[in-house]
């Protein structure tokens, strides 16, 4: 099939990104200290760029940035049209080393987008603002295009643009109906900070036999996709670039069904207000406890 062309975003530092990407975690995810390189990690990768999916999102906890550097060189695909992120988690400590190790994996001379994975590494305001200077040397040194967080509440925004110089691009965080994070959100419109969506089919996956599963299922018919693409279209229309993956090519080529169409006004403010129903956090919980609970 003939590569569907995803359209890109503009972030506040002029960064362009592709709307969806394709994530390397989740079911990709690898045990620790496992350097094998997994092949059909990496045909899969090459099978989503070669559908149109430039944007590829990885972290050095998920063990997968060797099967992406491998995918990128035998893709065919010039780098320039890549846009490749990744995080840092367990070596947050030095995150210059951290990069510089991330880009060995990945084959790389630098990234496109870089994230601090989650600030519950911080006992204190401090190493939080410590670390972000960290990403903001790192860009200047023209390793990493754009930087920015994931897994960031209200809270740790601030503590880091009380001292931040360049301010995070963006916060990957779990977003979809059933999290739809209260103020969060709205104080990332205020603030400049983009939002990436992860787990934004979530509903459909993890959480059905919630309120909205009859809504998707009449969307879904009304417009000729999956119910997946509904929630996909959902993302795209409240603002933020979603990572989705899948190790089929079948499920990939689908979800590129949402450019064919678009959800009213009134529809989205439907699943938005029939997704705030239910509350369904499906990573982190354990960290998030509290915050949910407010």
Known sequence: MVPTSIPTT???????????????????????????????????IKTAIRLGYHHLDSAEVYGTERELGVAIKECGVPREQLFVT???????????????????????????????????????????????????????????????????????????LDSARIPPAINQIEYHPYLQHGSLVPYHERKGIAV?????????????????????????GKYGVGEGEILLRWSLYRGAVAITTSGKESRLSTYLNVFKFQLTHEEVLKISRIGDQKHYRGFWSDKFAADDRS
């Open 10 to 44: 503009q972030l506040k530092d002029g960064t362009s990104i592709p709307v969806i990407g394709y994530g390397t975690g989740t079911a990709w995810f690898k045990k620790k200290g496992d350097t094998s390189i997994n092949r059909d990690l990496v045909e899969s």
């Open 86 to 160: 990744t995080k840092v988690n367990q070596n947050i400590a030095n995150v210059p080393k951290a990069l510089e190790d991330s880009l060995e994996k990945l084959q790389l001379s630098y990234v496109d987008l870089y994230l601090i994975h989650q600030p519950f590494f911080a006992e204190s305001p401090t190493e939080l603002q410590d670390a972000w200077a960290a990403m903001e040397k790192v860009k200047e040194a023209g390793k990493a295009r754009a930087i920015g967080v994931s897994n960031f509440l209200e809270s740790h925004l601030e503590t880091i």
């Open 196 to 220: 990436a969506s992860y787990g934004p089919l979530t509903p459909v996956t993890r959480a059905k036999g919630g309120p909205l599963d009859p809504l998707l299922s009449e969307l879904a």
